[in-house]
């Protein structure tokens, strides 16, 4: 007994070390659950001609990866030249997810939109940056030259 037992607690350190090595790996803000940024697209498709299907071919995707809704109200979405979004009082879905479009239309629960007339995010290189109404950073998405038209963040 005394051999299996020695055998069993070894394993038994080596998977609880796994699972905490794992959730320390996650970032905070998947491990308790919260929103992220999931995604920009920053080259829209085609020319880019300032038209507003061309502006809204620009945007930024945010995703609730908590079991509950959350509250967005007065949370700010901005890019390194400080040009600001600032959510509404609405929520997002446990689970959903959110583009927030550059220019015109009318918001859904999975569309929002900026009504700008000129493109956000560059290029080149850029960086989404997310904050809660009090300025706390919740996360933040960076891409270069070496990015295609998109960044998976």
């Not at 550059?102 to 999975?110: E, F, I, L, N, P």
């Not at 700008?116 to 080149?124: I, P, S």
């Not at 850029?126 to 990015?147: E, I, M, P, Y």
Request: proline share 2%.
């Amino acid at each position: 007994m005394r051999i299996r037992a020695a055998l069993t607690m070894p394993a038994l350190a080596l998977t609880g070390a796994a699972v905490l090595t794992g959730t320390l790996l996650t970032s905070p803000a998947q491990a308790a659950g919260g929103v992220v940024l999931n995604r920009v697209w920053f080259d829209s498709p085609g020319s880019d001609t300032g038209s507003n299907s061309s502006l809204n071919g620009e945007w930024a995707e945010i995703k609730n990866t908590s079991r509950s809704a959350i509250s967005l109200k007065g949370w700010v979405l901005k890019d390194k030249s400080n040009h600001k979004y600032v959510f509404a009082n609405i929520k997002i879905g446990a689970g959903k997810t959110m583009k927030i479009r550059t220019g015109s239309g009318d918001d859904t629960s999975a569309n929002k939109y900026q009504d700008r007339r000129a493109y956000v995010w560059n290029n080149t290189s850029d960086t989404a940056t997310l904050t809660k109404a009090n300025g706390s950073k919740v996360d933040s998405c960076s891409w270069t030259t070496r990015d295609a038209s998109d960044k998976k963040c």
